[in-house]
């Protein structure tokens, strides 16, 4: 009996407009094999958002996004807000008002390793293999939604970081549920040691931990944890940690992964899911036919298990892509060139290659 589904998407800035479309059609080719129901609709956000309506976030996408029941997303940015920090509208803030509006106050990134691309990776091979790592990161609290100031002389300014007991209650309570149904080990990243917000977090976990005496429970400092993902991935398992820490982190373990290019994330609450890829816009190659679009295609398998409970389906999405994989093809950023029978192609070619081994 196949499931009747809303899906939103806002493929965004630069590369988004690219490897959007092809977990969408992903999407499209699993309704199809599995006689499911997918309605789809597209919004607009960031850059583009602000140059056609000058909001990152209207509010017709907000509504559609609110009618959905799931939202596959591409990336925001540009440039010129990177070079100018002093425009008062950015991209940023439509993606911080979208996760503050639907409550999506986890960010899931699962790290895990394709065995043919451990050549594609800085780490040592030896060191990676094995490495399966899930990150909930708390989205919603910390620095990037607490108080503002800047001075009126403008050479000085503050960004409060702030958390409230239930903000940790709910993240850390998702997090030991994963790791229930994993290896059973879950590492609190902080810094007790120096700020008050830490110290709050580890608190509130140790607390929870109580209820979860069958998970093995680490804290680590942020510092200790940034340097452990490089020297033993392996010991982890289910990582959680605030938004800030986990910002930096889930960034730095994609070189575990190889590239940004195949990392998918999956940002949810108590309702809707909203699914991307962790790398951003990269309007340095965007129109150039050469972005990765399997960060998108593995966002597309997230939404599938997350938001709709098709865990098959999204195997078959897994398991396409590491066929494609074991075949030799690769985008730029995943190629070696020192390995033989590698065939470097670019975003519609290896998405054709993925929908090939879907079907």
């Not at 899906?7 to 630069?14: A, E, F, K, R, S």
């Not at 990134?109 to 691309?117: S, T, V």
């Not at 110290?199 to 340097?227: C, G, S």
């Not at 298990?305 to 999405?317: A, M, T, Y």
Request: aromatic letters at 6%; hydrophobic letters at 40%; proline letters at 3%.
């Amino acid at each position: 009996m196949g499931v009747t589904k809303k899906i939103l998407v806002i493929p965004g800035d630069g590369i988004g407009q690219e490897v959007t479309a092809w977990g969408k059609k992903v999407l499209e080719t699993i309704a199809a094999n599995y006689k499911h129901t997918f309605t789809f609709d597209e919004g607009i956000m960031g850059h583009v958002a602000i140059e056609a309506t000058g909001d990152p976030l209207p509010d017709s996408t907000l509504e559609k996004a609110r009618q959905s029941d799931a939202i596959l997303f591409g990336a925001i940015g540009h440039a010129k807000y990177d070079n100018d920090p002093t425009l008062k509208v950015r991209p940023e803030q439509g993606l911080l008002k979208i996760r503050k509006e639907l409550g999506l106050y986890a960010n899931l990134r699962p790290i895990k390793l394709f065995d043919d691309l451990l050549q594609a990776s800085s780490i040592k091979p030896e060191i990676l293999q094995g490495a399966d790592i899930l990150f909930f990161r708390e989205l919603t609290g910390d620095v990037y939604f607490g108080e503002k100031n800047r001075s009126e002389d403008r050479n000085s300014a503050s960004d409060l970081m702030i958390y409230h007991k239930y903000e940790v209650e709910r993240i850390a309570r998702k997090a030991y549920e994963a790791a229930r149904t994993r290896r059973k080990k879950l590492c609190s990243v902080d810094k007790a040691n120096v700020l008050e917000a830490s110290r709050l977090w580890r608190e509130v976990v140790q607390a929870i931990a109580k209820d979860y005496p069958d998970v093995e429970t680490e804290h680590m400092f942020v510092d200790n944890a940034a340097m452990q993902l490089i020297k033993d991935p392996k010991r982890f398992d289910v990582v959680v940690t605030g938004n800030l820490f986990g910002d930096i982190l889930t960034d730095e373990a994609s070189q575990i992964a190889g590239s940004m290019g195949m990392l998918a994330s999956a940002s949810v609450g108590d309702s809707i899911g909203f699914y991307e890829p962790i790398h951003g816009s990269a309007h340095d190659i965007a129109g150039k036919g050469i972005a990765n679009p399997l960060a998108s295609v593995l966002s597309a398998a997230l939404l599938l298990d997350i938001s709709f409970g098709l865990k098959d389906e999204s195997q078959r999405v897994i398991r396409a892509v590491d066929a494609t994989l074991r075949q030799g093809y690769r985008t730029m950023d995943i190629a070696n060139k020192h390995t033989p029978n590698e065939f470097v192609l670019g975003t519609d070619a290896m998405g054709a290659q993925v929908l090939k081994n879907l079907n």
